[in-house]
């Protein structure tokens, strides 16, 4: 079995896949669940909705909210008898994301390509059967295509949720695959067929499509990263209206601006290569001090860890492809 820090070292891990782990303190997983289900600082939700949202018992979810709101992750509306993320939930979140200064980076390196690009182009990060925004940009003529920081896309229907799995190892994609056929069985019954191809697909050429499953107005094109820092990858897609860009093109023209723009923040999560040197300061909102940001790179994302891999190059290690 080995030591528990191994085992939760496990790419792809999810937090549906608890109930068979001895180690895993089963309120703690439920509290965090309870959390989950608020979508952005304004949700308000009540212990109702909050049980059909997370699948725990009324009763249940009643004794972690009320823990929950003694503790300031919630608070409680009266007026309204709902819920919200309390400022401590908030103050955690403004703690962890104050020393991630190369989320800028990332974010600069995004917007550069969506003056060219015209659509909506992602950094994203798993969370169980979704991935979520942690950087975005968008072009100006980018129509119909509304996402944001923090917003969550599934999985089953998405190009970057077909690369993150398409770059796991297969008995962990077949995890995921089992938490979502419990969860929600139609999205488990597009993604099935799928995975192989997109497996080799990735394998070959270092990204992965879809193509009009999210929306059937959208088309995209996902490439995975391993994050030293996060222990697991991340991707980075682009999505497309469908009227302008076919399947066709997005090989075509958008791939080798994604593949590129993949090196780019690949340099950026590991600290190596020119990347961090030739950063053009005046592309960015506010002056940096390399210094600092070199030495909080090789701090926070562990420097050493090795070379992000491109995705034509995984190979099996630690839960990696």
Excluded at 274 to 300: C, G, K, Q, T, Y
Aim: proline fraction near 5%.
């Amino acid at each position: 079995m080995g030591r528990r820090s191994e085992r939760l070292s496990k790419a792809g891990m999810v937090a549906g896949d608890l109930t068979g782990d001895g180690d895993v303190i089963q309120v703690v997983s439920r509290a965090f669940e309870v959390l989950r289900c608020f979508d952005g600082h304004e949700a308000r939700l009540g212990n109702l909705e909050i049980s059909n949202r997370c699948g725990l018992p009324r009763s249940t979810v009643s004794r972690l909210t009320h823990t929950l709101t003694r503790m300031g992750q919630l608070v409680y509306l009266p007026r309204d008898q709902k819920y919200r993320i309390g400022p401590s939930a908030v103050a955690m979140s403004a703690s962890m994301l104050r020393g991630l200064q190369l989320r800028r980076l990332i974010c600069a390196r995004l917007e550069e390509l969506s003056v060219d690009i015209p659509g909506t182009i992602g950094f994203v990060i798993p969370d169980r059967l979704h991935l979520v925004y942690l950087e975005f940009a968008r072009s100006a003529t980018a129509l119909g295509l509304h996402s944001g920081v923090g917003t969550r896309i599934p999985m089953a229907t998405t190009a970057a949720g077909h690369a993150y799995i398409a770059a796991l190892e297969p008995d962990i994609g077949s995890a995921i695959l089992s938490e979502m056929e419990r969860e929600t069985p139609a999205d488990a019954d597009i993604l099935r067929p799928l995975m192989e191809d997109n497996r080799r697909f990735l394998a070959t050429h270092g990204y992965v499509t879809a193509c009009g499953l999210w929306s059937p107005h959208i088309n995209g094109v996902a490439a995975p990263l391993w994050s030293p820092q996060y222990q697991t990858y991340v991707v980075i897609t682009i999505g497309l209206l469908a009227a302008m860009y076919d399947e066709a093109r997005l090989h075509g023209e958008v791939a080798p601006r994604l593949l590129e723009l993949s090196r780019a923040i690949g340099g950026i999560l590991t600290g190596e290569g020119p990347i961090l040197n030739n950063i053009e300061r005046e592309s960015l909102s506010a002056p940096l001090n390399m210094n600092v940001i070199n030495a909080e790179i090789r701090n926070d994302l562990e420097a050493g860890t090795g070379r992000t891999r491109s995705a034509r190059n995984l190979r099996a290690s630690d839960g990696r492809r």
